[in-house]
């Protein structure tokens, strides 16, 4: 039996478990995209990758909205697009990272099989001089917990954390609001958090002392000052 621990938005200390599928299968993909370079106030010159990249992110968000059913789950996200790196040059190539996101086999097979129909058709149309390249760099399968022993590692939890601070996990829900009024997002285990900043870098004493200084030097931080 394998055990898997997930970090997820909630009060400190809660601890939530899910029989069943808890976690979606997912698949991460690079696409290279190869057009021929030229200068900005020559176009005519180039087959410009930026075009088709951003016509195929455009089409592949056909992927959810007009090939999967309302009564299947499908998530197509392109996080990155990069090209170029001059505003009056016409790049050679142009790259996006996508991830795909599924609970069924079959809509996860038709997902990937329309993105790499949809990237070569986008390449054909522009007239790119060679096929893209797909390849894939992550696949993650779908997450089903066994509902027995979900049941007994969840009694377990009780047992030493007590019946307050274990729950099954129910549907997303947004978290309570900041002080103001402010919503707080939505209670997603990715949700961004773009306000939230790192710390500065400890000063090296600190670091040997703990946080703020105020834990005891460890011995090996000791034995460093020394030399």
Do not use: W
């Amino acid at each position: 039996m394998i055990l898997g621990q997930h970090v997820m938005p909630g009060s400190a200390g809660q601890i939530r478990y899910r029989p069943g599928t808890t976690q979606a299968a997912a698949d991460s993909l690079q696409v290279r995209l190869f057009g021929r370079g030229a200068h900005g106030s020559m176009p005519e010159s180039s087959v410009d990758p930026v075009v088709m990249a951003a016509a195929t992110v455009m089409r592949l968000q056909t992927i959810v909205s007009r090939e999967t059913a309302a009564s299947q789950a499908a998530v197509v996200t392109i996080g990155a697009l990069q090209a170029g790196t001059k505003d009056h040059v016409i790049p050679e190539e142009a790259v996006l990272k996508i991830n795909v996101r599924s609970f069924d086999e079959a809509v996860r097979r038709h997902t990937l099989d329309a993105i790499e129909r949809i990237v070569n058709a986008e390449a054909l149309a522009s007239g790119a001089p060679k096929a893209p390249d797909i390849t894939t760099t992550e696949h993650y399968p779908l997450t089903v917990n066994d509902a027995e022993r979900t049941g007994r590692v969840a009694a377990a939890l009780r047992a030493h954390f007590g019946q307050g601070g274990v729950a099954e996990l129910g549907a997303p829900r947004r978290l309570p609001l900041r002080p103001g009024g402010r919503a707080r997002g939505a209670g997603h285990p990715h949700q961004p958090q773009p306000g939230v900043r790192p710390r500065a870098a400890p000063h090296p004493r600190d670091r040997c002392r703990g946080h703020g200084g105020r834990r005891p030097r460890r011995a090996g931080c000791l034995i460093a000052r020394r030399r």
